[in-house]
């Protein structure tokens, strides 16, 4: 373990009883069996963690204090029930973390490196909607006229017709905030991962240790989609090619089955490139690794994932429709065709007062969702390989040693 986001050497499989550096990981004290124990047992008391002496051996911590004769009632230190006090040398705490730990810990993260995490997101973001505002501009072609009583075949025509129109104009943005998306992540993860050993980082430091693993980063990703989209393809088509009522009832089941299976492997892979990017692993290998570290812990990552995503979500709503009402009302169209529900002309200042919104939004959201994905392979590291040992040798606290 050094002070780089590479946390292990590569190829290694530290779930597998390894501490990354491709040698078995001892038994700890007490661990009979000699496997690897769920969290590290070996930080010292809350009262060496700050200790301005000398290193020296690691004592394991107290038990939780019993109140009343041996009851669980009273919260033990720092208002963590049934967690000893850990180590914080950085944004979170080294040990298995709650939910709040890890939203906190992103926050945290956003407001203590600011410069760093602005100057990233902020660019990105900027380029990100520059390219949407564009595509709006020149790409969007002429929408398509629907009209209420066309016959089945003709109304699935002009379905057609309108995602063709909507790939059209947003195709070429979509695939430049992929890009930009991208980007922010893999500089956002190197962030996180000094953060979490309290170490600053600049955009320069970010670049250089992201940059070799951009084109892995592009690949996992490409592959990824491309793997939702055949689920997606197989769950409809036998109803598409069955055809009439039948296949259309069979299509949305198809179609049912297979997103759940597109969800769960979303979540399956969604530490892929964590893995990548802070242990030098392989896009393969970046798969196989996240798919070993949420095993048994997929409804809880999925639920943290989708409370941050339906808090970006809210979060970018209420932001824009500030926005859409001022650029509603500055671009001539008028309240009163927004009351209306009508859509209002996509001229330039409308286009650059949405725009404005959503580098605002996107500056804000995406260090956070970044952040919690980071925090969320960490916590499973930690959970089951005790990585906080690796962590917090690196960050040079007392009583663990070089």
């Given at each position: 373990?050094?002070?780089?986001?590479?946390?292990?050497?590569?190829?290694?499989?530290?779930?597998?009883?390894?501490?990354?550096?491709g040698?078995?990981?001892p038994?700890?004290?007490?661990?009979?069996?000699?496997?690897?124990?769920?969290?590290?047992?070996?930080?010292?008391?809350?009262?060496q963690?700050?200790?301005?002496?000398?290193?020296?051996?690691?004592?394991?911590?107290?038990?939780p204090?019993?109140?009343?004769?041996?009851?669980?009632?009273?919260?033990?230190?720092?208002?963590?029930?049934?967690?000893?006090?850990?180590?914080?040398?950085?944004?979170?705490?080294?040990?298995?973390?709650?939910?709040?730990?890890?939203?906190?810990?992103?926050?945290?993260?956003m407001?203590?490196?600011?410069?760093t995490?602005?100057?990233?997101?902020?660019?990105?973001?900027?380029?990100?909607?520059?390219a949407?505002?564009?595509?709006?501009?020149?790409?969007?072609?002429?929408?398509?006229?629907?009209?209420?009583?066309?016959?089945?075949?003709e109304?699935?025509?002009?379905?057609?017709?309108?995602?063709k129109?909507?790939?059209?104009?947003?195709?070429?943005?979509?695939?430049?905030?992929?890009?930009?998306?991208?980007?922010?992540s893999a500089l956002?993860?190197?962030v996180m991962s000094?953060?979490?050993?309290?170490?600053?980082?600049?955009?320069?430091?970010?670049?250089?240790?992201?940059r070799?693993r951009?084109l892995?980063?592009?690949?996992?990703?490409v592959l990824?989609?491309?793997?939702?989209?055949?689920?997606?393809f197989?769950?409809?088509?036998?109803?598409?090619l069955?055809?009439?009522?039948?296949?259309?009832?069979?299509a949305?089941?198809g179609?049912?089955?297979?997103?759940v299976?597109?969800?769960?492997?979303?979540?399956?892979?969604?530490?892929?490139?964590?893995?990548l990017?802070?242990?030098?692993?392989?896009?393969i290998?970046?798969?196989?690794?996240?798919?070993k570290?949420?095993?048994?812990?997929?409804?809880?990552?999925?639920?943290?994932?989708?409370?941050?995503?339906?808090?970006?979500?809210?979060?970018?709503m209420?932001v824009?429709?500030?926005?859409?009402?001022?650029?509603t009302a500055?671009?001539g169209s008028?309240?009163?065709?927004?009351?209306?529900?009508?859509?209002?002309?996509?001229?330039w200042?409308?286009?650059?007062?949405?725009?404005?919104?959503?580098?605002?939004?996107?500056?804000?959201?995406?260090?956070?969702t970044?952040?919690?994905?980071?925090?969320?392979?960490?916590?499973?590291?930690?959970r089951?390989?005790?990585?906080?040992?690796?962590l917090?040798?690196?960050?040079?606290?007392?009583?663990?040693?070089?």
């Amino acid at each position: 373990m050094n002070d780089t986001p590479g946390w292990t050497s590569p190829g290694s499989a530290p779930s597998d009883g390894h501490d990354g550096s491709g040698v078995p990981r001892p038994a700890s004290p007490g661990d009979a069996n000699g496997s690897v124990p769920q969290w590290s047992k070996e930080q010292p008391p809350a009262g060496q963690w700050q200790s301005p002496t000398a290193p020296g051996p690691a004592a394991a911590p107290q038990a939780p204090a019993r109140a009343h004769g041996g009851g669980w009632g009273a919260p033990p230190p720092h208002g963590h029930w049934g967690l000893p006090p850990a180590a914080k040398p950085g944004v979170v705490p080294l040990r298995p973390m709650t939910l709040g730990d890890i939203l906190d810990g992103a926050a945290t993260t956003m407001r203590r490196y600011w410069q760093t995490v602005l100057a990233i997101s902020l660019s990105v973001a900027i380029v990100a909607q520059v390219a949407d505002i564009l595509g709006a501009r020149y790409l969007a072609p002429a929408p398509v006229e629907i009209n209420p009583d066309a016959t089945p075949a003709e109304a699935l025509s002009q379905s057609a017709a309108s995602m063709k129109n909507a790939l059209i104009e947003s195709g070429p943005a979509y695939v430049i905030m992929i890009a930009a998306g991208l980007l922010c992540s893999a500089l956002l993860t190197v962030v996180m991962s000094r953060a979490v050993l309290g170490r600053p980082v600049t955009l320069g430091e970010a670049w250089r240790d992201a940059r070799p693993r951009l084109l892995q980063l592009l690949g996992l990703t490409v592959l990824v989609t491309v793997l939702s989209a055949a689920v997606m393809f197989v769950g409809l088509l036998p109803g598409m090619l069955l055809g009439g009522d039948a296949g259309t009832g069979l299509a949305f089941v198809g179609g049912l089955c297979a997103l759940v299976a597109v969800i769960w492997l979303t979540i399956a892979l969604s530490l892929a490139s964590p893995a990548l990017m802070l242990e030098r692993q392989g896009v393969i290998k970046a798969m196989k690794r996240s798919m070993k570290l949420v095993q048994g812990s997929w409804w809880r990552i999925f639920g943290i994932t989708l409370l941050t995503n339906v808090m970006v979500a809210v979060f970018t709503m209420l932001v824009a429709i500030p926005f859409l009402i001022l650029a509603t009302a500055v671009s001539g169209s008028g309240l009163d065709s927004f009351m209306e529900g009508s859509v209002p002309e996509t001229g330039w200042t409308f286009l650059i007062i949405m725009g404005i919104g959503g580098v605002i939004t996107s500056a804000l959201t995406y260090p956070l969702t970044s952040g919690v994905t980071v925090l969320l392979y960490i916590d499973q590291r930690i959970r089951r390989e005790a990585l906080d040992l690796e962590l917090a040798r690196a960050a040079g606290l007392p009583g663990y040693g070089g």
